[in-house]
């Protein structure tokens, strides 16, 4: 089926007779599509969260999409109340808004695609027809997307992209192409490169199951689709509905001594939560103010420790649209660079899967944000936390693999400020304890990053969970609740018992040698640790055990062998 395309210039109704479709790029087509992608994103969030290859519940494309999507919304919301009718400062703010509210592979990657697809919209001339802008747009946007992926694959959320692009292009060359007709082009070659994901990428075909990311990215193109020719009717609301809340405005004088950053941030939390929030917050500093009500609420606070005040809200509930102004920069703005010169130093960014690792991390010195499968920080969350070490060189452990890259794109975003930050891409916990433990911010920062990256290289990690569907492995098929065992982020051992599975990664890791086994216990795991490190101590002489509690989730145990 073609898609009646919409006369150029026009809005209101296309050739179907749907109401209310919008046909250029406006402001009008922006905020309503802002709006449908959100919902449709969460619509769809567990059904693409369920198009997880692995057997435990680590996949969290469609969250991440939806997270991403919700503060880019949250963003234009800000930037049409500020400047009502701006075009070009909404879609900057929009695009901005995606990139700090990034999450995960999924979440940096379309906060790229929507990145290069706003620029080349916002850049368009008052006579540039729409249809050859969005086809550019979508050609900009997966280019600029395969080049932000460091090891690009096919049959990903990438191929789609392209798919989607070359599609766009080809049918926006005709001389008399109309956006809805482009746009439609774009979403069925979307969805026939989606189905051919598994064709391209044998753990998808193994799995019986299609990308994760190309389906969030076929949502999104069928979103904005809806939005162009009304052909698709919404059907899922926004999951928290409006935003506009009342701002919350300082009381107190800014005083010398006093809180170095202003906090402020969204919270979804039960009224009796955020009663606790307020006690929690009160004695952290001053100008405490939470409004909102029905289950949305509007936190400021002063404070110097920013990490505390954003962890107080994530005990409470969900905190989004996180905003951290530090004050000194703020009154240093109008003398160029100065406040940045000022920064000194070196510090650490960790990212902590449990509440013992994060004592842990902090222990070192560390600025800790919490993560972990199921909660994973965004871009805006890490950018907080380097500059909350106030110092001029910053080293982030995103101790994740999806976390990687939104590290890298905090990292990107704080350069642009002024700090020097370097990602040493640490893929698991144990590998950011193995570099944290030689961090020396004595000696220059690229001997610091040097042996610190060495140190995390050389940490074998391995990790004992618990499958929670059928799944495929490389050891075989597994079933719901047996025990598996992951070496380095492989799924290589199935059994049924956590001690036995527990001590046959052990052994695996250490039949290459090494003189340092690092054992992290998990929620619920009992005196397993200290069961492993014995039988590491009985049947591997000379070789060092250190025990931590690091209480994460979904992992009883995690280990590294130096």
Do not use: K
Not at 177 to 198: D, I, K, N, W
Not at 275 to 285: D, I, N, S, T, V
Request: proline share 5%; aromatic share 2%; hydrophobic share 45%.
């Amino acid at each position: 089926m073609t898609a009646a395309g919409p006369r150029e210039g026009t809005e209101g109704t296309t050739g179907t007779g749907a109401p209310g479709a919008v046909a250029t790029f406006d402001l009008a087509m922006l905020t309503a599509y802002a709006d449908l992608a959100v919902a449709q994103a969460a619509a769809t969030r567990e059904e693409v969260d369920a198009l997880n290859v692995y057997p435990v519940p680590d996949g969290d494309t469609g969250t991440n999409v939806y997270l991403t999507l919700e503060s880019a919304r949250d963003a234009l919301r800000e930037a049409v109340a500020e400047r009502p009718g701006d075009l070009r400062h909404a879609l900057a703010a929009y695009s901005r808004g995606a990139l700090l509210g990034a999450r995960g592979n999924s979440g940096v990657i379309l906060s790229q695609l929507l990145g290069a697809f706003v620029r080349r919209v916002r850049d368009a001339g008052p006579h540039d027809r729409s249809a050859p802008v969005f086809a550019e747009g979508m050609e900009q946007a997966a280019a600029a997307a395969w080049a932000a992926v460091g090891s690009p694959v096919e049959g990903t959320i990438l191929s789609v992209a392209r798919a989607a692009a070359q599609a766009a292009v080809q049918e926006a060359a005709h001389p008399d192409a109309r956006l809805g007709a482009v746009v439609h082009t774009a979403s069925v070659a979307a969805r026939e490169a989606l189905a051919r994901t598994p064709e391209q990428l044998p753990v998808l075909a193994r799995s019986g199951v299609v990308d994760a990311g190309g389906r969030a990215l076929c949502v999104l193109l069928g979103a904005l689709e809806t939005v162009l020719t009304g052909e698709t009717a919404l059907t899922s609301p926004p999951v928290l509905g409006t935003t506009a809340l009342p701002r919350a405005v300082p009381t107190d004088d800014l005083t010398e001594g006093g809180p170095a950053y202003e906090v402020m941030y969204l919270l979804a939390a039960e009224p009796e939560a955020v009663e606790a929030l307020r006690a929690e917050l009160a004695p952290l500093g001053d100008s405490l103010v939470v409004v909102g009500g029905d289950g949305l609420w509007n936190v400021h606070v002063h404070v110097d420790d920013v990490g505390a005040a954003i962890e107080a809200g994530v005990r409470a509930g969900r905190p989004h649209r996180i905003a951290v102004t530090h004050f000194a920069e703020q009154v240093e703005r109008g003398r160029g660079r100065a406040a940045e010169r000022r920064r000194t130093g070196r510090g650490v960014v960790a990212v902590a899967a449990g509440s013992g690792l994060a004592e842990l991390f902090a222990g070192a010195g560390a600025v800790v944000v919490r993560g972990g499968p199921g909660r994973r920080p965004s871009t805006g969350e890490l950018l907080a936390a380097i500059e909350q070490t106030g110092a001029a060189e910053v080293v982030v452990l995103p101790n994740d693999p999806d976390s990687v890259a939104v590290a890298e794109a905090a990292a990107r975003e704080a350069d642009a400020r002024g700090v020097h930050v370097v990602v040493v891409p640490t893929r698991a916990q144990v590998q950011g304890i193995a570099a944290l433990a030689v961090h020396e911010p004595g000696r220059p920062l690229d001997a610091d990053v040097v042996h610190m990256t060495d140190a995390a290289g050389g940490a074998r990690h391995g990790a004992v969970t618990v499958a929670a569907t059928d799944a495929m492995t490389t050891a075989g098929p597994c079933s719901a609740g047996d025990v598996l065992g992951v070496l380095q982020g492989d799924f290589a051992v199935v059994g049924d018992d956590l001690l036995e599975v527990a001590c046959e990664v052990l052994g695996r890791l250490l039949d290459g040698g090494g003189e340092l086994v690092t054992v992290v216990a998990g929620e619920g795991a009992g005196d397993l640790a200290e069961r492993c490190a014995a039988w590491v101590e009985r049947t591997r002489a000379g070789v060092d055990v250190v025990v931590h509690r690091g209480e994460q989730p979904r992992y009883p145990l995690l280990v590294g062998v130096e």
